[in-house]
């Protein structure tokens, strides 16, 4: 088993930054890559970045891209995702996940985390 625990959402105004860490322990065997993924009210689970575990492969949807950037810390075992610039819309209940394959799609996810509050006021 592979747990992942995140850490650092919060609230913030419009144009404001936030930095999300995930923890990461347990097996690893089988993960390719790591990634964001996060969930608004009424809306379906949608990925935002993802890196591969060797850190050579980086991909970010369109909606975040230039304002958001995926880092892992191999040392300490964690994932970061710095968020700048945020936008209302940026609201959800943000989810680090494992993948077995670098897709940024939850079919390919084995582990989730708990999820943690981004909350974006205009």
């Known amino acids: 088993l592979q747990q992942l625990v995140e850490s650092g959402g919060g609230s913030v105004q419009a144009g404001g930054s936030l930095r999300l860490s995930c923890a990461v322990s347990?097996?690893?065997?089988?993960?390719?890559?790591m990634a964001w993924f996060r969930q608004a009210p009424g809306k379906e689970r949608e990925g935002v970045a993802r890196?591969?575990?060797?850190?050579?492969?980086?991909y970010y949807a369109d909606s975040v891209k230039g304002r958001f950037t995926i880092s892992q810390d191999n040392a300490k075992n964690t994932l970061y995702l710095q968020m700048n610039s945020l936008k209302p819309e940026d609201t959800a209940v943000y989810y680090c996940?494992?993948?077995?394959?670098?897709?940024?799609?939850?079919?390919?996810?084995?582990?989730w985390g708990q999820g943690t509050q981004v909350t974006v006021s205009s």
């Open positions: 996940a494992s993948e077995t394959y670098c897709r940024l799609n939850i079919r390919h996810v084995r582990y």
């Open positions: 347990g097996y690893t065997y089988g993960i390719v890559c």
């Open positions: 890196i591969s575990t060797g850190g050579g492969d980086i």
